[in-house]
């Protein structure tokens, strides 16, 4: 059957709204490879800028950038590896220079299978290259569990004004449960930093799970960051078609699985945003998919006309992705994607300016990358 010249032009504009910039192997820095690692999934940098380094087994990396050396930090969790599950997010409390305290986030085994959770402990570092955690305790659960390993998300952050922690909770591919108020999958989530509540959260008088979450209607959001103005932009996989980069709004719902622009993997059609207008539809979305791994909102000066950009380290794309936000209306489109040949896993801003990347998988590297 042959397309009407009408279904075709449509078809055209709708490709058009939908493409990116051309790709380019063209890479706009330098790459200093670090370090390899197993499995990698997240870092963050120390005050004296060492890196603490998450492998997804179970594993947690002291790396010296300097030497290029890594040592191993012991009293690491006991972690559920499998599908996508593991060892995840780790960061540091704002006053870790006088206090040593990191927050870890992983998949853990329970009745019903795997569910993510955040722990919060004291490092101390040895003459060694190593360290260890001590006082490990968790503070905050998934609140249901499932098998199959998938969509945990767990990404880390800390508010830079009032240093509330936040959660990027994934729906560990349940999909219902991110429509659910008694349920915190699916959520952006907003905590003290001894995992109580955030006294300003939205729904904060309705009950224990309600009072931690600060949006809904998530897939899974594997990169969160704040803009200039402490905004938060997250990240995620949409299913097949549809990743999403959203601007986080209080008490908002973003859809899931209402509504998205991709579709479920054995075919089934899923409502557009545009159906839906009760729903905050994302800043700009991607079909086919780049499958986002982790995000920054660049802040310095290296790359300083990618200012206020948002840099998305790219899993299936093997890329890094530019995005350019209009600030005076939040709209964003992409602007530059940089083939790195490699499925990139997180990514991360050092304190001058330099943009850190993790590859995903066996042999991951980090890598420094500063302007050509």
């Known amino acids: 059957m042959h397309l009407t010249s009408i279904t075709a032009a449509a078809l055209a504009l709708v490709s058009s709204a939908l493409a990116g ?18 499995e990698p999934w997240a870092f963050a940098f120390l005050p004296d800028q060492r890196i603490l380094l998450t492998e997804r087994r179970g594993n947690l990396r002291l790396v010296n950038p300097t030497t290029k050396t890594t040592g191993t930090i012991t009293g690491v969790p006991v972690v559920a590896y499998g599908g996508q599950g593991g060892l995840h997010d780790v960061a540091l409390h704002p006053d870790y220079a006088t206090n040593s ?6 998949a853990e085994s329970g009745s019903g299978g795997a569910g993510g959770a955040v722990a919060r402990a ?9 360290g260890a955690l001590s006082d490990v ?18 990404r880390l952050k800390f508010h830079p004004v009032d240093g509330s922690l936040w959660i990027a909770s994934g729906e560990i591919n349940q999909m219902t449960p991110s429509q659910s108020m008694t349920s915190n999958l699916g959520k952006m989530i907003r905590l003290y930093d001894n995992g109580t509540s955030f006294a300003g959260n939205p729904f904060a008088s309705q009950g224990a799970v309600q009072s931690q979450i600060y949006s809904l209607g998530h897939r899974n959001p594997l990169g969160i960051d704040w803009d200039a103005q402490n905004r938060l932009w997250e990240v995620e996989m949409g299913p097949m078609g549809g990743d999403e980069l959203n601007l986080i709004e209080a008490g908002a719902n973003y859809g899931w699985p209402l509504v998205s622009q991709g579709r479920h993997y054995d075919g089934r059609t899923i409502p557009a945003h545009s159906t839906r207008p009760d729903f905050v539809p994302p800043k700009a979305f991607w079909v086919p998919v780049i499958s986002p791994g982790g995000l920054i909102i660049y ?3 290296l ?23 209009n600030y005076s209306d939040n709209s964003a489109k992409e602007a530059q994607r940089v083939s790195m040949g490699k499925r990139m896993r997180g990514i991360r801003e050092d304190k001058d300016g330099a943009i850190w990347v993790i590859e995903d998988g066996q042999n991951g590297r980090l890598m420094k990358l500063t302007p050509n």
């Open 101 to 106: 305290i990191i927050y870890l986030s992983y």
């Open 303 to 325: 790359f300083s006309a990618w200012k206020g950009n948002a840099i998305i380290a790219g899993l299936s794309s093997q890329s890094i992705v530019r995005v350019n936000i």
């Open 137 to 154: 305790s968790v503070i905050w659960r998934h609140s249901q569990r499932a098998s199959g390993g998938l969509q945990f998300a767990l």
């Open 122 to 130: 004291k490092l101390t570092l040895n003459s060694n290259g190593g």
């Open 299 to 301: 802040k310095g000066d």
């Open 21 to 38: 910039p051309l790709e380019t192997r063209q890479q706009p820095w330098k790459s200093t490879v670090i370090t390899s690692h197993a």
